[in-house]
């Protein structure tokens, strides 16, 4: 059934009950977001994708659309809430750009260009977090988790569906954990799948590494924008 | 003029004779807009970066002049400064006396690169106990000279480092950043030439980076 919902004052026709996040995609209006993964369930953990739907602060990825909708998304408040909300990523972790290998194929510094962050309001955490190289496909730095839990849900063993990867602890003690015996029973595609399924630099596949050049990496190429603008799946 | 210096221990640069400069050149550079540059915890690349503004480095020349930076190897900073150009995070108790001073004497700070935004590569020893990152340089280290007593440094003389790397504006207020490990050349030109002709400082996304 088809609906009208209004973002930022303009009216646009939806299909009821389909997520916001994608809905403002595909009438040409970017949403910054970093959890959300298209065509699969929204996750709401990053929040990056807050906007005001009837008055009300919610995130996108998690919203089905209803008709006669309010959403406010360019409002200044919300965008300097999405500002603060990746700024907070950033101070929280180790974010070392310049030595990431991620970097330059890293959503979260792709967010960090396109909302505009120069520095973080935030002071900078540097939590001690010890790195886990025990798979032998996978390498985790656990200084870069943003806890956004792509991993967590969406990378499953191919044949029983247990899940691979986990989150132990809560609040400053959270900590991203790897089942060893079932990621060394992960094909290498699926490894792959996995490093890039991870918005920033944490699930690190090994053996391979900095293998495209400063100016054509992802998104030097096309930015997160121009991706998410682009209304078909990653 | 002559200098009497045999009553002093130690003579700073700025107080050997100089050749006095043409007056007319000195009004000229009077009048323009006057940046002091300054490398803390860095590794002088986005000094280098500096350079890399290539001609339009020129075209920013016509409007101010460097006074204290290690391009004009003038070694402080002479009278009050429009603009602090500030390198590198701080990692020592010098670091912070300078950037201060810097501070006290600079009407607008320009925190640029990566180590002064956030710490940087330096701050890659915040995980780790500062005695620990003594230990590896000094002692344990590869590089520690065979069959030699090792000792780490200590000495009146040597500024005494920080326990963790800090961003410079978590010491002092810090008025503009310029991310980037280092940042584009063309991204300093931005920020410095908004900043002369008195536009809001803009830096589009485009050269914006920060690795």
């Given at each position: 059934m088809s609906?009208?919902?209004?973002?930022?004052?303009q009216?646009?026709?939806a299909?009821?009950?389909a997520?916001?996040?994608?809905?403002a995609?595909e009438?040409?209006?970017?949403?910054p977001?970093l959890?959300?993964?298209?065509?699969?369930p929204g996750?709401g953990?990053c929040?990056?994708?807050?906007?005001r739907?009837?008055?009300?602060v919610?995130?996108?990825?998690t919203?089905?659309?209803?008709?006669?909708m309010?959403?406010?998304?360019?409002?200044?408040?919300?965008a300097?809430?999405r500002k603060?909300?990746?700024?907070?990523l950033?101070?929280?972790g180790n974010h070392n750009?310049?030595?990431c290998?991620?970097?330059?194929r890293?959503?979260?510094?792709s967010?960090g260009y396109?909302?505009?962050m120069?520095?973080?309001?935030?002071?900078?955490r540097f939590?001690?977090?010890?790195r886990?190289?025990?798979a032998?496909q996978i390498?985790l730095?656990?200084?870069?988790?943003?806890?956004?839990?792509?991993?967590?849900?969406?990378?499953r063993?191919l044949?029983?569906?247990?899940?691979?990867f986990?989150?132990?602890?809560?609040?400053?003690?959270?900590?991203?954990?790897?089942?060893?015996s079932l990621a060394d029973?992960m094909p290498p595609?699926q490894v792959r799948?996995?490093a890039h399924?991870c918005?920033?630099g944490?699930?690190?596949?090994k053996?391979?590494g900095y293998?495209?050049?400063?100016?054509?990496?992802?998104?030097?190429?096309k930015?997160i924008r121009?991706?998410?603008?682009?209304?078909?799946?990653? | 003029m002559?200098?009497n210096i045999?009553?002093?221990?130690e003579?700073?640069?700025?107080?050997?004779p100089?050749t006095?400069l043409?007056?007319?050149?000195?009004?000229?550079r009077d009048?323009?807009i006057q940046i002091a540059?300054?490398a803390?915890?860095?590794c002088?690349?986005?000094?280098l970066s500096f350079l890399?503004m290539?001609?339009?480095?020129?075209?920013l020349?016509?409007?101010?002049?460097?006074?204290?930076?290690?391009l004009t190897?003038?070694?402080?900073?002479?009278h009050?400064?429009a603009?602090?150009?500030?390198?590198?995070?701080?990692?020592?108790?010098?670091?912070i006396?300078?950037?201060?001073?810097?501070?006290k004497?600079?009407?607008?700070?320009?925190?640029?690169?990566?180590c002064?935004?956030w710490?940087g590569v330096?701050a890659?020893r915040?995980?780790?106990?500062?005695?620990a990152?003594f230990?590896?340089?000094?002692?344990d280290?590869p590089?520690?000279?065979?069959g030699v007593q090792?000792?780490?440094?200590?000495?009146?003389?040597?500024?005494?480092i920080?326990?963790?790397?800090?961003p410079?504006h978590e010491v002092?207020?810090?008025?503009?950043f310029?991310?980037?490990?280092?940042?584009?050349?063309?991204?300093i030109?931005?920020?410095?030439?908004?900043?002369?002709n008195g536009?809001?400082?803009?830096?589009?996304g485009t050269?914006?980076h920060y690795d």
């Amino acid at each position: 059934m088809s609906i009208d919902i209004s973002i930022d004052g303009q009216v646009y026709k939806a299909r009821d009950g389909a997520t916001l996040v994608d809905v403002a995609a595909e009438n040409g209006v970017y949403i910054p977001s970093l959890c959300y993964v298209r065509g699969k369930p929204g996750l709401g953990t990053c929040r990056t994708c807050s906007v005001r739907v009837n008055g009300k602060v919610m995130t996108a990825c998690t919203v089905p659309v209803a008709d006669g909708m309010d959403v406010e998304v360019s409002e200044p408040g919300m965008a300097e809430m999405r500002k603060m909300l990746v700024e907070l990523l950033f101070s929280e972790g180790n974010h070392n750009c310049p030595s990431c290998e991620k970097s330059g194929r890293c959503e979260l510094q792709s967010l960090g260009y396109e909302l505009g962050m120069m520095v973080s309001r935030f002071p900078y955490r540097f939590p001690v977090r010890t790195r886990e190289h025990a798979a032998k496909q996978i390498w985790l730095e656990r200084d870069r988790c943003i806890f956004c839990q792509r991993c967590v849900k969406f990378v499953r063993n191919l044949e029983t569906g247990q899940k691979i990867f986990s989150i132990d602890h809560r609040g400053s003690r959270a900590s991203i954990e790897i089942d060893v015996s079932l990621a060394d029973k992960m094909p290498p595609e699926q490894v792959r799948e996995a490093a890039h399924l991870c918005p920033v630099g944490c699930i690190v596949e090994k053996g391979v590494g900095y293998n495209k050049p400063i100016g054509q990496r992802r998104f030097e190429i096309k930015s997160i924008r121009e991706r998410a603008l682009e209304r078909k799946c990653r | 003029m002559p200098v009497n210096i045999s009553d002093k221990r130690e003579t700073a640069s700025h107080e050997l004779p100089a050749t006095p400069l043409d007056p007319s050149v000195r009004a000229a550079r009077d009048e323009k807009i006057q940046i002091a540059m300054i490398a803390l915890c860095g590794c002088w690349g986005c000094t280098l970066s500096f350079l890399d503004m290539d001609e339009n480095l020129l075209r920013l020349l016509d409007k101010v002049n460097i006074t204290r930076s290690s391009l004009t190897d003038i070694k402080r900073i002479p009278h009050r400064c429009a603009i602090g150009f500030v390198e590198g995070g701080v990692a020592s108790e010098e670091n912070i006396e300078i950037l201060e001073h810097y501070r006290k004497n600079c009407d607008i700070l320009i925190s640029a690169g990566a180590c002064a935004v956030w710490g940087g590569v330096p701050a890659m020893r915040n995980v780790v106990p500062l005695e620990a990152c003594f230990r590896e340089a000094y002692l344990d280290g590869p590089t520690a000279e065979p069959g030699v007593q090792p000792v780490i440094p200590y000495h009146p003389d040597i500024p005494r480092i920080t326990t963790r790397v800090y961003p410079c504006h978590e010491v002092v207020k810090m008025d503009y950043f310029i991310p980037g490990c280092p940042p584009d050349g063309a991204a300093i030109f931005q920020v410095l030439d908004d900043l002369v002709n008195g536009r809001e400082v803009a830096l589009p996304g485009t050269i914006n980076h920060y690795d």
